[in-house]
């Protein structure tokens, strides 16, 4: 299938203020990135480098099951070329648990029908995680001088998490502009892109295959083995998987 193809029927309606796709470049803007070595993440990085931002990337060390996605942001950084910094921040929510990627007592869910992943919250969701990343990376954009911040959150394969809707980005967005010097003394708003959070995977993957990203790079798996190899069962596995046979191309991850 081609990536013309996939994006004119599955093509994106970007909410909540977030980055439209044919926004024109930015050469003289700089943009925080959150990057979890997945295959959004990976994404969003390529597509906010293709706009002509100056790129600092942002990591977390949050005590998360598959750690192991962390060495494959560093790839995804590296491969990426024009990234100025990268930075890994360590935040143990192993302290709090409550969620299958932060404690081993709750279980990864496995198998489970495309009906069952919208049934709900999964054990999966981490309990407020994208707005303690999102309060990281607002800090240290207003720290750069930077009004953007990006991330590759989906409300459309992952439904069930309440905080990769497009509300909840409008709603962040808001926040910041009413708790940041930069936006109420020294007149630059700050802007939460979220440019996948309406597309299906397979038209996240058709937009990377246009950027040329290697997703052989990136980790998707909630619980890999200790060799980094992906269980191919966990929610993510599966929405990864399907993405690829949508998009019409192998899926370049290992499996056990």
Known sequence: MSNQGVKNRMAPNVEGGA??????GNSSSLAVVLVSGGLDSATVLADAGSRGYELFALSFRYGQRHEVELQAAARVVAAQGNVRRHVTLDIDLRQFGGSALTDDAIEVPKGRSS???EAGIPSTYVP???TVFLS???AWAEVLGS?????????VDYSGYPDCRPEFIEAFQAMAN????SSTEDGQ?????????????????????????DYSLTVSCYDPSDEGLACGECDSC??????????????PTKYR
């Open 136 to 138: 990281f990376a607002l």
């Open 238 to 251: 599966q929405l990864r998987r399907q993405g690829f046979a949508e998009f019409g191309v192998a899926d």
């Open 19 to 24: 980055f439209d796709s044919q926004e024109k």
């Open 147 to 155: 009004a953007d911040i990006f991330l590759g959150v989906n409300a």
């Open 178 to 181: 009413l708790a940041t010097k």
């Open 128 to 130: 407020a995680r994208n």
């Open 115 to 117: 009906d069952e992943m």
């Open 189 to 213: 708003p700050i802007r939460i892109h979220a440019p996948l959070i309406s597309w299906t995977k397979a038209a996240i993957i058709a937009r990377g295959d246009e950027l040329r990203v």
